[in-house]
T-cell receptor, first 114, second 115 residues
Framework: DVKVTQSSRYLVKRTGEKVFLECVQDMDHENMFWYRQDPGLGLRLIYFSYDVKMKEKGDIPEGYSVSREKKERFSLILESASTNQTSMYLC?????????????FGQGTRLTVV | AQKITQTQPGMFVQEKEAVTLDCTYDTSDQSYGLFWYKQPSSGEMIFLIYQGSYDEQNATEGRYSLNFQKARKSANLVISASQLGDSAMYFCAMRPPSNFNKFYFGSGTKLNVKP
């Protein structure tokens, strides 16, 4: 059974803390994504990676960075957490070639910044 | 620019009836994939159905079918014989081949199935 696993379901952090969200996939996928989900806004792409150490900014990269040191792991970093980063974060992975294969998602991390 | 529009923030349907969730998209790519996902209250995203832009027939997967109208750039999801377990958020997504095959998502439709 293919899997994308996010390290935490729920996380509460304080303003100004450095926060790490971890994501691991076991499907040998080239592409990995971090999305942020807010009510009425759908899924917005923060960053994605198409290979080890390769990354591209998405639509809302401000306040975030990412790391992909190994193919199976993609980390999202909030350098200094702020209350407006309270949200649901979804990690996904997919094959790179073609447009016919779906993305597989992790279970999501609900982050609250207080 | 790629854009996905879901104009129905919320919908109600009676159990056992059919319901259509709307999705329109905008792209200059000729080849692309269209996807629908279901997100129950637990949060996980469940892949439902895929339609390729060059597929001549509308995709079907069990009670799910996709009403694909390429000229209108619409890809509506039809759920037949609704069940209480169909209550969830539904997201439409597009995947063009350009730009590393990123996925673009709509804002979602919250479906409530009434008993």
């Amino acid at each position: 059974d293919v899997k994308v696993t996010q390290s935490s379901r729920y996380l509460v952090k304080r303003t100004g803390e450095k926060v790490f969200l971890e994501c691991v996939q076991d499907m040998d996928h080239e592409n990995m994504f971090w999305y942020r989900q807010d009510p009425g806004l759908g899924l917005r792409l923060i960053y994605f990676s198409y290979d080890v150490k390769m990354k591209e900014k998405g639509d809302i990269p401000e306040g975030y960075s990412v790391s992909r040191e190994k193919k199976e792991r993609f980390s999202l970093i909030l350098e200094s957490a702020s209350t407006n980063q309270t949200s649901m974060y979804l990690c996904a992975s997919s094959l790179q070639q073609g447009s016919s294969t779906e993305a597989f998602f992790g279970q999501g991390t609900r982050l609250t910044v207080v | 620019a790629q854009k996905i529009t879901q104009t129905q923030p919320g919908m109600f349907v009676q159990e056992k009836e059919a319901v259509t969730l709307d999705c329109t998209y905008d792209t200059s790519d000729q080849s692309y994939g269209l996807f629908w996902y279901k997100q129950p209250s637990s949060g996980e995203m469940i892949f439902l159905i895929y339609q390729g832009s060059y597929d001549e027939q509308n995709a079907t997967e069990g009670r799910y079918s996709l009403n694909f109208q390429k000229a209108r750039k619409s890809a509506n999801l039809v759920i037949s014989a609704s069940q209480l377990g169909d209550s969830a958020m539904y997201f439409c997504a597009m995947r063009p081949p350009s730009n590393f095959n990123k996925f673009y998502f709509g804002s979602g439709t919250k479906l409530n199935v009434k008993p």
